[in-house]
């Protein structure tokens, strides 16, 4: 407990223990001892026997000095770091050689970790001392362990290890939450929201100013994007940088040469929506990207691939398509659209970039464009002569049926490309969020077959439940549970469990609004097979103590709650409309 204090010249146990062998006066000796290894003030002695009088123990008073001593100590030590003084570091250096012998002496300790935590740079000595015991490394300060991380990058990666595990299950539990809405949804949290993260918090701070440090964190990023495909990791990717942007950190910052590309790019994610001033300037960042410089188009689109950044520019595009119609003009005619377009694809095509160390633009299929969006209007329009055609006076009605199928570029093109599919998606959550039942009965059983099965991934599962919730009138109607869930849901069920999860998800919150008869079937269907994760295990069971409570206290018959406001009874001609579907 007191190893150290010899080699600094001050006696020990091990010394008062010779002492009182050797000497043949016992009490003289400890008086003596304790002359010597007291306190160094002469006026003091004569005070030391009123304290014996007042029943003070000499061990109470010295322990109350020396706390007292050593929290003005620790406050000296900051006073100098955070001087002027040109020897500032060298003073802290020779305390530093004085007081780490102590290192391990529990009352000493916090001085010494206050002198290393000051210390821009501490010996390399003390640093492969402090890293070989454990529970040194464990108390010293995150200043003191920079200095050790910069140069051992396995360590470095064992903390920081950890902490993108619980990044990715916090967003996965975000994507199977048991809140079915379609206003407090994943993509709901402001950026600057989630840069206040546990996670994005502690990595920061692990960082500090340091560049080596940084640089190491986007490497574990880029090779765990790689090896798994996650997407989240472009997440952290983005909000790393502007959570070191919110603390002004200019080191990082003004070296990283996507930070400017992502600030402005931030700003957009915030209003949802990529206005025409901030698209020419994120346009300019990668127009300007100089030969010889092509490798940061790897971190552009990882940027681009953050569901954040994609959901922003999708939603754009989709906005921007409205107008368009509006207009009567092209997709082609839109500079607005291309950029969007080429921003979508830049980050669609992240994983490919940097697994082949090939940094190219990606060229966007022209197609898309003259065949995939006209395809898309034409939806639209078709959609749109519907709703009007009902509304026409009887005798003015033509014999038109709602179109089921799809036009086959549509098809296509959701099939086999892949900024293509993530339009098509989107534009069937479009459709949803207007509660068009028609459209979306005629679009959802294209679904079942995507490029890479994208209408089956986490994220739009999520979304899509929670737009549903919007029709959940419907679900009373056994044509619409055929499509939702024969023509779409359940044909990947049985091999993609997590379509299994989302699909529980939703019956929790719709239960009460499907067929009788059709929700009997479905929990027939959705029973989970012995090998199936807890998760859908416990969602089932859930679901099925729902349904129980529901059989033994069956809800009172809707009543409609009177309206009379003491006016004349109007006669309103009925006529039936379809909702329309503005793009």
Request: negative net charge; glycine residues 4%.
């Amino acid at each position: 407990m007191f190893a150290g204090l010899p080699e600094l010249g001050i006696s020990n146990g091990e010394d008062l223990k010779e002492t009182l062998t050797n000497c043949t006066e016992p009490l003289k000796a400890i008086d003596q001892f304790q002359i010597e290894n007291g306190i160094l003030l002469p006026t003091l002695q004569s005070a030391l026997p009123f304290l014996d009088l007042h029943g003070t123990p000499r061990l109470e008073f010295h322990q109350s000095v020396f706390n007292e001593l050593r929290e003005k100590l620790m406050e000296r030590v900051a006073i100098i770091a955070e001087g002027k003084e040109e020897d500032r570091y060298g003073k802290l250096e020779e305390l530093l050689e004085k007081s780490f012998p102590l290192v391990k002496m529990p009352s000493i300790q916090p001085v010494v970790m206050q002198v290393l935590k000051h210390l821009p740079k501490v010996p390399e000595k003390k640093l492969k001392i402090i890293m070989a015991d454990k529970e040194l490394y464990k108390v010293c300060a995150v200043e003191v362990k920079r200095q050790i991380w910069q140069d051992n990058q396995a360590l470095f990666g064992d903390e920081v290890s950890p902490l993108l595990k619980q990044y990715i299950v916090e967003k996965e539990a975000a994507l199977f939450s048991s809140d079915l809405s379609i206003l407090h949804n994943f993509f709901s949290p402001s950026p600057k929201t989630r840069r206040q993260g546990e996670v994005v918090l502690k990595l920061t701070q692990m960082i500090g100013k340091n560049v080596k440090l940084y640089d190491m964190v986007l490497q574990f990023l880029r090779t765990l994007f790689l090896r798994t495909r996650n997407v989240h990791y472009c997440t952290l990717r983005a909000e790393l940088l502007m959570s070191l942007h919110d603390l002004d950190i200019s080191e990082i910052c003004s070296v990283d040469p996507c930070h400017k590309f992502t600030w402005c790019l931030d700003a957009c994610i915030r209003e949802k929506f990529v206005d025409g001033k901030r698209a020419r300037e994120l346009q300019g960042f990668l127009d300007g990207v100089k030969k010889g410089q092509e490798q940061v188009l790897g971190d552009l689109s990882m940027i681009l691939c953050d569901p954040f950044a994609c959901n922003t520019l999708v939603l754009s595009i989709m906005r921007n398509l409205q107008e368009l119609l509006s207009q009567d003009s092209l997709p082609r005619d839109s500079p607005d659209l291309m950029l969007l377009l080429r921003m979508l694809s830049l980050g669609q095509g992240a994983w490919d970039m940097i697994d082949s160390q090939v940094f190219k633009e990606p060229r966007l299929d022209l197609e898309v464009v003259t065949r995939f969006l006209p395809a898309v209007m034409s939806v639209v329009v078709d959609d749109h002569t519907f709703t009007v055609e009902q509304k026409l006076p009887s005798e003015e009605k033509s014999s038109l049926t709602y179109p089921t199928t799809l036009p086959d570029a549509f098809n296509r093109y959701l099939q086999e490309n892949r900024v293509a599919c993530e339009m098509g998606l989107y534009y069937v959550l479009h459709i949803a969020k207007l509660r068009n039942k028609n459209a979306l009965q005629r679009l959802l059983p294209a679904l079942v077959e995507t490029y890479n099965d994208m209408a089956f991934g986490d994220i739009f599962l999520h979304l899509l439940t929670g737009h549903l919730t919007l029709l959940s009138d419907e679900f009373g109607s056994e044509d619409f549970c055929s499509v939702v869930f024969d023509g779409f849901l359940l044909t990947s069920f049985a091999s993609k469990e997590n379509v299994h999860r989302h699909i529980l998800r939703m019956l929790l919150h719709l239960h009460n609004k499907v067929l009788p008869s059709y929700m009997e079937s479905l929990v027939k269907t959705l029973e989970p097979p012995k090998q199936c994760s807890e998760p859908v295990k416990e969602l089932y069971t859930q679901l099925m103590e729902k349904l129980e409570a529901q059989k033994k206290s069956p809800p009172p018959p809707d009543e409609t709650p009177s309206l009379d406001l003491g006016l004349h009874s109007v006669t309103v001609p009925t006529t039936t409309s379809t909702p329309t579907t503005p793009l």
